[in-house]
C-alpha cells in the first residue's frame, strides 16, 4: 500500500454522498486542524534521540522509496474506517508493487470491500483497481533530500459495485509529491497531492510521518494525514500511530490504528486501521530494507 488514502467521502456512491452532505465546514476551522496535527507530529520528530521513518504500508503517507531492481514488495492487510452508524472495511487491501532499476516503482492495487450502511445490509464489491508509477527523480545520498513523483489512475473493474453504490461512478487521477530528509538524528516523510477526479469535487491529500526504530526488528511511527476537496470546503484530518515488526524473513508485520481529530460522526472516523503483513521478495531484498 504504497499510497492507501483514507476513503475519500465522494467515492462510495450513496455512502459518499450521505457523508458529503453532513461534513461541509470552514476553512479557517480545517487551517487549525491541519496545524494542529503538524505541530503534534513535529514535536514528536524533535523528542526522537534516533529515527527512521518510512511512509507506505501500514500508513497513508508515502514516501519516495522503492522496492530496488526487479524486487517485489506484497502487502495484505484489513483496513476499517468506522464511523457513528456506518463503515468501509477493506477486507482484505492488496497493494503489490515492483522495482525497476533503483528509482522505479510499478504499483497495483485494490481491495474487497465490505460497506455497511444505517439501514442497510452490508454490502461486498471489488474496490476500483489502482495503477501507479513512483519515479524518484531526487536522490544525492542517504541523507539528502529525496523527491519522488508517483501519479495514480484509479479505475472501475468490470463488476456490479458501480451500480450498487460501493463504488464511485468514472476514474480519477492522483497527482502527489513525496519527500524525505534527515535532520539530525531525524527522519521525516511528507506528502502533498492533487486528485482529479471524473464525477464530483477536485480534492488534495497531505500526509507527514515520523519515527523511531527502537530495534533492528521494531519500528514505530506517529503520523497525521488528511484529505479534502476544494469547491466544498471538506477536511478529513486524521492521527495514527503505528509499528513494524519484522518477523522472519521475508514477513513484515504492519500495525496501524487512529481516529480523526475532529469529534466522530458521519465523515469522521472514530477508528481507522491497517492490521497486516508485507513481503518483501526475493528474500535478499530483507536483508536490504534493514
Same mark, same amino acid.
Given at each position: 500500500?504504497?499510497?492507501?488514502? =483514507?476513503?475519500?467521502?465522494?467515492?462510495?456512491?450513496?455512502?459518499?454522498?450521505?457523508? @458529503?452532505?453532513?461534513?461541509?465546514?470552514?476553512?479557517? *476551522?480545517?487551517?487549525?486542524?491541519? @496545524?494542529?496535527?503538524?505541530?503534534?507530529?513535529?514535536? $514528536?520528530?524533535?523528542?526522537? #534521540?534516533?529515527?527512521?521513518? %518510512?511512509?507506505?504500508?501500514?500508513?497513508?503517507?508515502?514516501?519516495?522509496?522503492?522496492?530496488?531492481? =526487479?524486487?517485489?514488495?506484497?502487502?495484505?492487510?484489513?483496513?476499517?474506517? $468506522?464511523? #457513528?452508524?456506518?463503515?468501509?472495511?477493506?477486507?482484505?487491501?492488496?497493494?503489490?508493487?515492483?522495482?525497476?532499476?533503483?528509482?522505479?516503482?510499478? #504499483?497495483?492495487?485494490?481491495?474487497? $470491500?465490505?460497506?455497511?450502511?444505517?439501514? !442497510?445490509?452490508?454490502?461486498?464489491? @471489488? !474496490?476500483?483497481?489502482?495503477?501507479?508509477?513512483?519515479?524518484?527523480?531526487?536522490?544525492? /545520498?542517504?541523507?539528502? $533530500?529525496?523527491?519522488?513523483?508517483?501519479? %495514480?489512475?484509479?479505475?472501475?473493474?468490470?463488476?456490479?459495485?458501480?451500480?450498487?453504490?460501493?463504488?464511485?461512478?468514472?476514474?480519477?487521477?492522483?497527482?502527489?509529491?513525496?519527500?524525505?530528509?534527515?535532520?539530525?538524528?531525524?527522519?521525516?516523510?511528507? +506528502?502533498?497531492?492533487?486528485?482529479?477526479?471524473?464525477?464530483?469535487?477536485? /480534492?488534495?491529500?497531505?500526509?507527514?510521518?515520523?519515527?523511531?526504530?527502537?530495534?533492528?526488528? @521494531?519500528?514505530?511511527?506517529? +503520523?497525521?494525514?488528511?484529505?479534502?476537496?476544494?469547491?466544498?470546503?471538506?477536511? %478529513? &484530518? #486524521?492521527?495514527?500511530?503505528?509499528?513494524?515488526?519484522?518477523?522472519?524473513? &521475508?514477513?513484515?508485520? =504492519?500495525?496501524?490504528?487512529? *481516529?480523526?481529530? !475532529?469529534?466522530?460522526?458521519?465523515?469522521?472516523?472514530?477508528?481507522?486501521?491497517?492490521?497486516?503483513?508485507?513481503?518483501?521478495?526475493?528474500?535478499?531484498?530483507?536483508?536490504?530494507?534493514?
Amino acid at each position: 500500500m504504497d499510497q492507501e488514502r =483514507l476513503e475519500p467521502l465522494d467515492s462510495l456512491g450513496s455512502l459518499g454522498t450521505s457523508m @458529503l452532505n453532513a461534513s461541509l465546514r470552514g476553512m479557517r *476551522r480545517g487551517a487549525r486542524i491541519f @496545524l494542529r496535527g503538524a505541530i503534534f507530529s513535529a514535536l $514528536l520528530a524533535i523528542g526522537a #534521540t534516533a529515527a527512521r521513518a %518510512q511512509g507506505g504500508p501500514p500508513y497513508y503517507t508515502t514516501d519516495p522509496g522503492t522496492p530496488g531492481h =526487479l524486487n517485489w514488495e506484497i502487502n495484505f492487510g484489513i483496513m476499517p474506517f $468506522l464511523y #457513528t452508524n456506518q463503515s468501509v472495511t477493506h477486507t482484505p487491501d492488496a497493494d503489490i508493487n515492483f522495482g525497476l532499476g533503483s528509482t522505479i516503482q510499478l #504499483t497495483y492495487e485494490s481491495a474487497w $470491500l465490505r460497506v455497511k450502511l444505517p439501514t !442497510e445490509e452490508a454490502k461486498y464489491g @471489488l !474496490e476500483q483497481t489502482i495503477l501507479g508509477v513512483k519515479w524518484r527523480f531526487w536522490d544525492h /545520498g542517504e541523507d539528502s $533530500l529525496h523527491i519522488s513523483v508517483f501519479p %495514480q489512475f484509479s479505475l472501475n473493474n468490470p463488476n456490479d459495485a458501480v451500480k450498487r453504490g460501493i463504488v464511485p461512478h468514472g476514474s480519477s487521477v492522483l497527482l502527489p509529491m513525496e519527500f524525505s530528509k534527515k535532520f539530525g538524528p531525524v527522519d521525516v516523510n511528507w +506528502e502533498a497531492g492533487y486528485n482529479l477526479a471524473h464525477y464530483g469535487p477536485n /480534492g488534495w491529500i497531505g500526509g507527514l510521518i515520523v519515527g523511531h526504530e527502537f530495534t533492528p526488528k @521494531l519500528e514505530m511511527d506517529a +503520523e497525521f494525514y488528511s484529505t479534502g476537496t476544494f469547491r466544498r470546503a471538506l477536511w %478529513q &484530518p #486524521t492521527l495514527e500511530g503505528g509499528a513494524r515488526y519484522r518477523i522472519h524473513k &521475508p514477513f513484515i508485520l =504492519l500495525l496501524m490504528a487512529g *481516529r480523526a481529530l !475532529e469529534q466522530a460522526k458521519t465523515n469522521q472516523a472514530y477508528f481507522v486501521g491497517y492490521f497486516g503483513v508485507q513481503i518483501l521478495l526475493p528474500p535478499k531484498s530483507y536483508d536490504a530494507a534493514e
